[in-house]
């Protein structure tokens, strides 16, 4: 028997009203695979992540994490599962500290997760974990400025790390690249690149040169349906991908 | 979470400098009573203690929860109610009425958190104010125990057969030490990895859902918590008065707690404890000078409230810069 996909997708459908932002959406992502899920905006990325993760109900269709159905399942129970996430528009906990974000992030898996009293070994540990996870990002001179004070890149640097800290085994990355500098998305895409084989990766991206670089396999969402599936070159040569979508994007192939 | 920023130790410092010197100045309260009106002294320092921790334990869930309870008032009324209901059935010693009293208080606070916790904003306030509503109108029913016109204790309730809340200043003590505990167990409470994963809460549920935190979970036991320390709150109020009425859980009671920890400063728990103080005293000096007390008293409040945010903490805090 082959292992299970990390992540499987079967049939996800959801609506708007009438606007189905998600149609009978398939795919899968095996262990320590990229996966990039490219498509035209509005074409339902950001919803069918927030299916992923639980933060909206599909209206039909199965959601596996490592074959275990998650469909039904609270976010926070997926997340134990080992399924982690970041946001399109950068969500972290802006009064505290980076170092205390990534903290937060890694807490849930240790035995002092809701402690009613302090814990100062068990923090002490969990901040020095965090400080490995900053540097891997690049913000290591950055530790204890608060999040709200970060630059807006700084800022999505700091969600990817607390999305990384507890070594998932399923990441979800929505447009990780979006918004930032030159430089930081090319320390993005060298970390990203680190990961590979490590945790599978569920990749929504704009920036094609990250997606071909990254990607083990790309599938292509328009209008909440797959159109197209496969190895990256043969996505690329897809007449009915460049008709739909890269197209007009001619320039980025 | 409070970030470490360059202000930290300033602001650490005024964390535990405002409740010392208000925690010192209680604790002689009783000493300066001797050359005053002490009973009245007396009488309305304890009060102050008890709506301090009344406010500390709204902040919990006000502050750092971002759960604004316009209902907070019905523990007040349920802790005084055991109070009063366990004294009038001979069952009134601290050491069995007042966990008793916790115990109504934390049912209570499951079972209308749980409903109530679902909800955010102004759905979460009004259906604080409607569970406490219901309380307040079935204090009213309870014609055994007095109903509407309330219940009065026959006497205080002893601490292990000893009439030690008896005397006054003897209660005094008794409240002071109760809030002193209640303080120092919050402040644990606020820095654990609970406090800090309800700060994160308030401030981004999404977020902490998709690491893992139950935030429903995380909510209900704040509010829980919060609840059982109004209650002792209740129990406590109830012993002083020797008396308790279902206006203990009017909706105007709830209000007056958000106004003390708004006042004081939110999620601070010293900023509760300073407003509650800050509060009682007004009132008292205001409705001293003028019976119209009212119509000087709100302006103050919408005052350090629109400039001070952070309420008189915040103030104190600027002042000191
Ligand atoms: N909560 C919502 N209610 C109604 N429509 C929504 C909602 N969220 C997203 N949409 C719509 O669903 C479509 C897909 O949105 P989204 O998933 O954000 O696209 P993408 O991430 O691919 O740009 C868009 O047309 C968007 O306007
Ligand atoms: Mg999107």
Redesign the interface.
Known sequence: MTEAPALALDGLTKSFGSLVVSDAVSLSVRPGEIHALIGPNGAGKTTLIHQV???LRPDAGRIALAGTDVTAM???RR??LGL??T?QIT???????AR?NVV??L???TA????????PA?DAALAARAGETLALVGLEGRI???A??LSHGERRALELA?ALA?SPRVLLLDEPMAGTGREESAHLLRTLAALKGRCAMLLVEHDMHAVFSLADRVSVLVGGRIVASGAPDAVRADPAVRAAYLGDEAALC | MKAAGPDTARRLSAAILIPLVLFAALALLPLAAQFGPKAYILSLGTRLMIFALAAISLDLILGYGGMVSFGHAAFLGIGGYAAGILVDEGRGDLLLALPLAMAASALFAAATGYVSIRTRGVAFIMITLAFAQMAYFFANTLSAYGGSDGLSLLARSGVAGLPLMKNDTAFFYVVLAILALAFGACRLLVASPFGQALEAVRQNPGRMAAMGYDTDRIKLIAYAISGTLCGVAGFLLANQTEFVSPSYMAWQRSGELIAMVVLGGMGTLHGALLGAVAFLALEEILSDLTPHWRLVFGPILILVVLMGRGGLVGLIGRMRR
């Open positions: 993760s639980g933060h609270a976010p926070h997340a134990r982690s996430r946001f969500s972290v906990i802006p009064a505290a500290t205390q937060l992030a807490r849930p898996a002092a997760g809701l402690r009613l009293w302090p814990d068990g204890d400025i608060p709200s004070d607390m507890p």
